[in-house]
């Protein structure tokens, strides 16, 4: 069966290290991942896209890996601020006509000062 | 300001009754989407719509209706017939059929 992961237990981390979250997949061949982040109550809120020919992506402390022969993306957030806690969601984009994006079901993020 | 507006942000519902949720955006955008999202669970979609006058079902869209008359308004109706409502529901939008979504800020439908 198709199954995207993340771990559902929270990740608690110290401020000033690096976080790293894990999303992987099996049996879909995504043309793109995406990571969101989420706040309580609010919408998702695109961070980076990073396409299936893509190995590494970075935007200022954030960094995606993406390794389509583990079926797996790499997400993580350097010199970490207590304001990066939130649920981060992956979403594999998959092609069918449109941008299907199918989602995990994220991991809660605290960073403790 | 531009962006994506959903109202309103919380919803009451007795049982039997249909509610409307409203999407819209000024980003002029073709695209838009309604996800819902339960707790420990990924969002998962409802209806898309790739263009004015045209839309599609997700993979729930079992209780649920939609239009698209104008590019900038979604809006989705949650029927009767629609067994257990009570979610977090999100509209999203993007520029095209294959470009990024972004989101509002989501309804909080419950039902009583």
Redesign the interface.
């Known amino acids: 069966s198709q199954k995207?992961e993340q771990n559902?237990e929270a990740l608690n981390i110290q401020e000033g290290k690096t976080a790293t979250l894990t999303c992987n997949y099996t049996n879909y061949s995504p043309a793109y991942l995406?990571w969101?982040r989420q706040d309580p109550?609010?919408?998702?809120?695109?961070l980076l896209?990073i396409r299936e020919n893509e190995k590494e992506k970075r935007k200022e402390r954030l960094k995606v890996t993406f390794d389509t022969t583990l079926k797996q993306s790499l997400f993580h957030i350097t010199a970490s601020q207590p304001a990066d806690s939130a649920t981060y969601?992956c979403?594999l984009g998959v092609s069918g006509?449109?941008?299907?994006?199918?989602?995990?079901?994220?991991t809660r993020l605290a960073v403790h000062p | 300001d531009g962006g994506?507006t959903?109202s309103p942000k919380y919803l009451f519902r007795k049982e039997g009754q249909n509610v409307t949720l409203s999407c819209e955006q000024n980003l002029n955008h073709d695209?838009m989407y309604w996800?819902r999202q339960d707790p420990?669970?990924?969002?998962?979609?409802i209806y898309?719509s790739?263009i004015v006058n045209d839309f599609?079902k997700g993979d729930i869209a079992e209780g649920y209706s939609v239009s698209r008359e104008k590019k900038e308004s979604f809006p989705l109706t949650v029927t009767s017939a629609q067994k257990n409502p009570t979610a977090?529901y999100?509209c999203?939008s993007?520029l095209?059929?294959?470009?990024?979504?972004?989101?509002?800020?989501?309804t909080?439908l419950t039902v009583l």
């Open positions: 995207i559902s995406q969101y109550g609010r919408g998702p809120v695109f896209l969601l979403a006509g449109y941008n299907k994006l199918i989602f995990g079901a994220g | 994506i959903q695209a996800y420990g669970q990924g969002l998962r979609l898309y790739q599609q977090f999100l999203a993007s095209g059929a294959a470009d990024t979504q972004y989101f509002g800020p989501g909080r």
